[in-house]
């Protein structure tokens, strides 16, 4: 299994550019989730899913947009990108048994000038 | 909205000595409290969690200790060795999501 793979690891892009940052993973797990990590910040839950068709907003959702078409994949839309969107973005994803025990994707470091 | 509160933010302990980090979280309705180790450059990965129906659990030199009436749960590591420098996270999950603390930096002084 590769567990869960997160696409691209870095992106540079500029202000007001679009671009989703994508997010899969083999396990057959039912939740999934979006995380922003900024220093001194720890992990700002973005948007989470409890299965297919199902999203709902976590800590910080504005200017970001998610969808969950199939168990496995669970992008992150940025729609008009900003500096302040500059951070560390992770996905996880957990069982419905076991919601806390989140296996982590590598991270994409997102800069945005 | 949920919050977990977690302190310190920076912890510095001689080699041997232990280390504790104290955490506390507002949603009733969490049920679970995980613990990540982040280690530079990585993922953070689950090194130990507890959960509502239990005070204490122990794995080797990690403990966690959870009092649900105040709201507060703690890890401690004992005997404390230089690869247990790393960002700790605690977290409180309910049945469909995990709030995280903002991370404590624990460095193992030689």
């Known amino acids: 299994n590769a567990g869960v793979t997160q696409t691209p690891k870095f992106q540079v892009l500029k202000t007001g550019q679009s671009m989703t940052l994508q997010c899969a993973q083999d396990m057959n797990h039912e939740y999934m989730s979006w995380y922003r990590q900024d220093p001194g910040m720890g992990l700002r839950l973005i948007h989470y899913?409890?299965?297919?068709?199902?999203?709902d907003q976590g800590e910080v959702p504005n200017g970001y947009n998610v969808s969950r078409s199939t168990t496995e994949d669970f992008p992150l839309r940025l729609l008009s990108a900003a500096p302040s969107q500059t951070s560390v973005y992770f996905c996880?994803?957990?069982?419905?048994?076991?919601?806390?025990?989140?296996?982590f994707g590598q991270g994409t470091r997102l800069t945005v000038v | 909205g949920e919050n977990v509160e977690q302190h310190p933010s920076t912890l510095s302990v001689q080699e041997g000595d232990s280390a504790v980090i104290k955490c506390t979280y507002s949603?009733?309705?969490?049920?679970?409290f995980p613990w990540y180790k982040q280690e530079l450059g990585k993922r953070p990965q689950l090194i130990i969690d507890?959960?509502?129906?239990?005070g204490e659990k122990k794995d080797q030199r990690i403990a966690v200790t959870l009092n649900k009436t105040a709201k507060h749960f703690s890890l401690h590591i004992t005997e404390t060795q230089p690869e247990d420098s790393a960002v700790y996270f605690c977290?409180?999950?309910?049945?469909?999501?995990?709030?995280f603390g903002k991370g404590t930096r624990l460095h193992i002084l030689p």
């Open positions: 977290a409180a999950s309910t049945d469909d999501k995990i709030i």
């Open positions: 996880a994803s957990s069982t419905s048994t076991s919601p806390g025990e989140a296996f």
């Open positions: 507890i959960r509502s129906n239990v």
């Open positions: 949603d009733s309705a969490s049920n679970y």
């Open positions: 899913s409890v299965g297919a068709g199902i999203t």
